[in-house]
């Protein structure tokens, strides 16, 4: 996979005028125009620290993180959004819902939504070789869940260096109530069917999800150390996506079903966030 490590080619004037740009748009709830004229689409060092940028800015105005995103995972996601490689994202703990709750469609930009695995870990993954053993055993279990992904690009006209920069495209997550450990249930095993209103609009297995779920959080757990801030005791992990997002609208109701996991459910009310 590509290395997202090294020096960034952009300017630090450009890589905060990236950050600009994707702040104002997400503080005004209007989308702006992609930053990959300030730091190209592929410079992925330049892209990771626009993501810090803003991360510092959601920290000092008090947001705490609670654990990261899986982004891109899924052959048919990448394919929607015309990329070739995961990344990741950070969550805030204003972006979680619990199964059943209402969302206002207005509090995520350009809403689309996917199925997925989340792990809550017990242990850090932070030192030796974070491989599939070591993963499977940091994680205390699991649950089926739903990623509201938002866009504060125009469009979703996103390029990897767009998406990354955007915080992975990150709007909202929500988590099911049926906790599985891995004894319990295999992920790569898992098979999703995620309707919107009693209608069947995705499917697909945990095989889609780089392979294997655990090998996508092995993925995450090398990147997230690489970068500076591995994964931490208690915090969540969305796997990525099984299959192919959908947008969303006010007024419909999506369910997720996953083999071994439950269903996770989520409605999407009119209005902006309170």
Do not use: H
Request: charged share 20%; aromatic share 4%; net charge negative.
């Amino acid at each position: 996979m590509t290395e997202t490590t090294g020096l960034a080619t952009a300017s630090q004037s450009d890589i905060a005028a990236a950050a600009e740009r994707l702040a104002g748009a997400s503080a005004s709830g209007v989308p702006c125009a992609p930053v990959r004229d300030l730091i190209g689409r592929d410079d992925l060092a330049a892209a990771y620290a626009v993501q810090a940028a803003l991360t510092g800015r959601r920290l000092a105005a008090g947001a705490r993180i609670v654990g990261r995103k899986i982004g891109l995972t899924s052959e048919a996601v990448q394919r929607q959004l015309g990329v070739d490689q995961p990344d990741l994202g950070v969550l805030f703990d204003d972006m979680a819902y619990a199964d059943g709750d209402a969302i206002p469609v207005g509090r995520i930009l350009q809403p689309r939504i996917e199925a997925e695995i989340a792990f809550v870990l017990r242990a850090d993954l932070a030192d030796g070789p974070l491989d599939a053993a070591q993963v499977r055993d940091a994680i205390e279990y699991a649950v089926a869940a739903l990623e509201i992904c938002g866009s504060r690009v125009a469009g979703w006209d996103i390029s990897f260096g767009d998406t990354v920069a955007d915080n992975a495209s990150s709007g909202a997550y929500v988590l099911g109530t049926e906790r599985r450990t891995l004894d319990e249930f295999e992920p790569v095993d898992v098979v999703m069917s995620m309707s919107v209103d009693g209608e069947e609009v995705s499917a697909g297995t945990g095989a889609a999800c780089l392979g294997d779920p655990i090998e996508a959080v092995v993925w995450l757990a090398r990147m997230a150390r690489d970068l500076g801030e591995p994964l931490r005791a208690g915090q969540v992990v969305l796997s990525g996506a099984l299959g192919p997002m959908r947008p969303v609208a006010a007024g419909e109701t999506v369910t997720a079903t996953l083999s071994g996991l439950g269903a996770v459910r989520v409605r999407f009310s009119e209005g902006a966030a309170s």
